[in-house]
């Protein structure tokens, strides 16, 4: 679960990287998401989604993402539910932020296409860390497209999510075996402004 918020994080570093082209662009939050699985007993698998994106990056390619963690999405309630009472505390850091630059001289165009190592900043838990993000990014029209390349493998321990609030989760569900970190995955959609 503390690989969900960080990977959720890195997702949303991500999405600035849109940003390539001349003019300023705004998360287009229907049609963006960032996910994540947890994974328990070690082989038990259970995928999730954060929706409800908002940011927008600039013409200089400077970005600012934020997603509610109230919209974690594990298609079982009572699970997320917990994951923001339990593991990230949501009332007390009820957002989850990425800042950064991106490179955006060569996405001028329709049809451009730009992979990039993206440095971020990633606020969680009251923490601010820094993160890379490798992304696939590609303007069509007024929109600009932006997904990870690979899955971030992300820690709840690196923004100092403390190892009881895993332990408060595992033990609504009889003390198995959670793991602390997670792979994430994002896809972005960057509408003109």
């Known amino acids: 679960m503390k690989r969900m918020s960080s990977a959720i994080i890195l997702a949303l570093s991500l999405?600035?990287?849109?940003?390539?082209?001349?003019?300023?662009?705004?998360?287009?939050?229907?049609?963006?998401?960032?996910?994540f699985a947890?994974?328990?007993?070690?082989?038990?698998?259970?995928?999730?989604?954060l929706s409800g994106?908002?940011?927008?990056?600039?013409?200089?390619g400077s970005f600012s993402i934020t997603a509610p963690l109230s919209s974690i999405a594990t298609g079982?309630?009572?699970?997320?539910?917990?994951?923001?009472?339990l593991f990230f505390d949501?009332?007390?850091?009820?957002?989850?932020?990425?800042?950064?630059?991106v490179s955006i001289e060569s996405l001028d165009e329709s049809g451009a296409q730009l992979q990039q190592a993206i440095p971020a900043k990633v606020t969680l838990f009251g923490n601010t860390k820094d993160v890379t993000l490798?992304?696939?990014?590609?303007?069509?029209?007024?929109?600009?497209?932006?997904?990870t390349t690979k899955p971030v493998i992300i820690s709840g321990a690196k923004f100092a999510i403390p190892e009881e609030n895993l332990?408060?989760?595992?033990a609504t569900v009889g003390n198995i075996d959670i793991s602390s970190t997670v792979p994430v995955n994002?896809?972005?959609?960057?509408k003109e402004k």
């Open 15 to 35: 999405s600035p990287s849109l940003a390539f082209a001349s003019n300023d662009y705004a998360v287009d939050s229907e049609a963006s998401s960032i996910s």
């Open 53 to 60: 994106l908002e940011g927008s990056v600039d013409a200089s």
């Open 186 to 190: 994002v896809s972005l959609v960057f």
């Open 167 to 170: 332990k408060a989760v595992s």
């Open 76 to 85: 079982i309630p009572i699970r997320n539910q917990r994951l923001n009472d």
């Open 38 to 49: 947890t994974i328990k007993k070690t082989y038990v698998v259970e995928p999730a989604n």
């Open 90 to 101: 949501s009332k007390k850091f009820p957002m989850l932020k990425v800042e950064g630059q």
């Open 134 to 147: 490798n992304m696939n990014i590609i303007k069509s029209g007024d929109n600009i497209f932006a997904f």
